[in-house]
């Protein structure tokens, strides 16, 4: 006896009418603006290493300082790569994911920055960390990033002395900024004699070892004073004194986080201001600015990759875009820009690799990932996990901006482990 045919019978398919479906749902998906790649890519594909990565979304950490004496230097970093990735998911994503975020705070504890990282890694899996900036916190989650191969965009101008398969370092390095900087002084402000200041932790202590060897060593100058100062100091009343004594052509200065409100205070209460004395800071940015104030650093200079003022089509975009989400009063530093560049440079290493893996994006990253519209203008990542960029110096003004006074012709090669410096 035969069965009449069943109407909710499905039969199988024939290889042409599977493929006229295929390409009818990525016609549809071209249509619904969503990038019709994603259809073709599995998870079990782009993740075989059990990261937090789903058909429809990819989970990455952030771990800044959003309390603490750092917060006001790391702040704009948070901002800064939240637009990054806002950007991007408007874009469709990455590999057709959206991306998700896990904040933490590392509460300007370097123990904690080491107890947050395991949970991003451990915990929640995520595919890439945005985060640091101080060197101390960079050194205390580093041990943890590769032990448990995780992968690291840090956005802070360092001391160099460093390099890490985990670690893509989007900020400047010491020749890039500190030899860079010295010169100029040199140069343009006659130099032979100067002061040394920094914060008491790794990476002013290793930038002053640095600057030390290049003025005495390269540039037959001398080095007057060298004092260090605890993270979070206010005191610096003492320091004015032996300042004043000694007379340096140039203070050289990398202060860091709240300190810096308090030293440009103290230099101007002691009558030290610009329209006297050549002080080029590595450690003041247009954030650091909203706390120590024009009128106490005009006249001053920073040696920065990036400055907000920097006339380019990319930047003016990026300021545009930043002060839309953040409010036109925002203001945009150099690891603020740095770290606008991370969540950009994940995304295009994961592209070309074609995976989250970490080990898979980190080989891409090493053959010759470029943004050719960073706001800083054109960079390209170097196979060492560092930017060439080009540096620049720029003058403070009374009210809070910076005005370029010197940039160099050509982008710099990072060069982590310069010969005679170590």
């Known amino acids: 006896m035969k069965h009449q045919p069943d109407p909710n019978d499905v039969s199988p398919e024939t290889p042409e009418a599977s493929r006229r479906r295929v ?7 071209g249509l619904a603006g969503l990038p019709t790649w994603s259809f073709g890519q599995p998870t079990a594909q782009v993740n075989t290493t059990k990261l937090a990565v789903t058909d429809t979304e990819v989970t990455v950490g952030q771990l800044h300082s959003s309390t603490g004496t750092m917060a006001i230097s790391e702040t704009g970093s948070i901002q800064a790569e939240q637009l990054a990735i806002d950007q991007i998911n408007a874009m469709g ?3 057709g994911r959206k991306i998700k975020v896990i904040k933490e705070d590392g509460a300007s504890d370097w123990p904690t920055f080491a107890e947050k990282s395991k949970k991003l890694l451990i915990n929640d899996r995520c595919a890439a960390v945005f985060g640091c900036w101080t060197s101390a916190s960079r050194k205390a989650v580093l041990p943890v990033f590769e032990k448990e191969n995780g992968l690291l965009y840090y956005p802070t101008f360092y001391e160099g002395l460093e390099q890490s398969k985990n670690v893509i370092y989007t900020g400047q390095e010491a020749t890039q900024q500190i030899l860079y900087s010295l010169d100029w002084a040199q140069k343009e402000k006659k130099a032979k004699t100067f002061f040394l200041i920094g914060s008491d932790y790794i990476w002013p202590r290793t930038s002053m070892k640095i600057a030390r060897k290049h003025i005495e060593a390269f540039q037959k100058g001398k080095v007057v004073g060298e004092e260090y100062y605890p993270l979070g100091s206010t005191n610096f009343g003492s320091l004015m004194n032996k300042i004043k004594l000694q007379k340096p052509d140039v203070i050289f200065a990398a202060v860091v986080g709240g300190s810096n409100v308090a030293f440009y205070k ?7 201001t610009g329209d006297k004395q050549t002080l080029v800071t590595l450690s003041v940015t247009e954030d650091e600015m909203t706390g120590v104030g024009g009128e106490n650093f005009k006249g001053f200079y920073s040696s920065m990759k990036y400055f907000q003022s920097l006339e380019n089509e990319n930047n003016k975009k990026f300021v545009a875009a930043f002060k839309a989400k953040y409010g036109k009063d925002a203001v945009i530093g150099d690891v603020t820009q740095a770290g606008y560049l991370g969540p950009w440079l994940w995304k295009a290493a994961v592209e070309k690799a074609k995976s989250f893996d970490v080990d898979k994006v980190v080989a891409a990253s090493e053959t010759g990932i470029e943004l050719k519209d960073a706001p800083e203008g054109y960079v390209k990542l ?4 560092h930017l060439w960029s080009k540096s620049r110096i720029a003058m403070g003004m009374p009210d809070g901006t910076f005005k370029v006074v010197s940039e160099s012709p050509e982008l710099i090669k990072p060069d982590p482990f ?5």
């Open 23 to 29: 390409l009818q749902m990525l016609g549809a998906a």
């Open 418 to 422: 310069p010969k005679g410096y170590q």
């Open 382 to 385: 170097d196979p060492n996990h």
């Open 93 to 95: 994503g990455i590999l």
């Open 266 to 272: 103290a230099l101007k209460a002691a009558g030290i």
